[in-house]
């Protein structure tokens, strides 16, 4: 069975940090590129950050950067999502997608509340 899986949501405080964590089963990663998604209550979904199947091409958004890195590590088939200096604006429920081969998936999603 084909499935994304993301875990690593959790409540923190201002400037704190968490590691989301986004792993496949049924399909390896290594061959797909990977993007993390977020969705704040009321807003519409947006992209964070990718990376391309050959990992020789990150994006982040504006708002994310020099503060999230994402990474993948093929032999755990899981892409990850480091989260440094969160801020409240980073709550959300964070997604992760993978596109290859005319296929998309996309997880259910892991919660971040950045919250004193």
């Known amino acids: 069975q084909v499935q994304l899986v993301e875990s690593g949501g959790d409540l923190v405080q201002p400037g704190g940090s968490l590691r989301l964590s986004c792993a496949a089963s049924?399909?390896?990663?290594?061959?797909?590129?990977i993007g993390w998604f977020r969705q704040a209550p009321g807003k519409e979904r947006e992209g964070v950050s990718c990376?391309?199947?050959?990992?020789?091409?990150?994006y982040y958004t504006d708002s994310v950067k020099g503060r999230f890195t994402i990474s993948r590590d093929n032999a755990k088939n899981t892409v990850y999502l480091q989260m440094n200096s969160l801020k409240p604006e980073d709550t959300a429920v964070y997604y992760c997608?993978?596109?290859?081969?005319?296929?998309?998936?996309w997880g259910k999603g892991t919660l971040v509340t950045v919250s004193s």
């Open positions: 990376i391309s199947n050959s990992d020789d091409y990150t």
């Open positions: 049924g399909f390896s990663l290594e061959y797909y590129a």
């Open positions: 997608n993978a596109q290859g081969f005319g296929m998309t998936y």
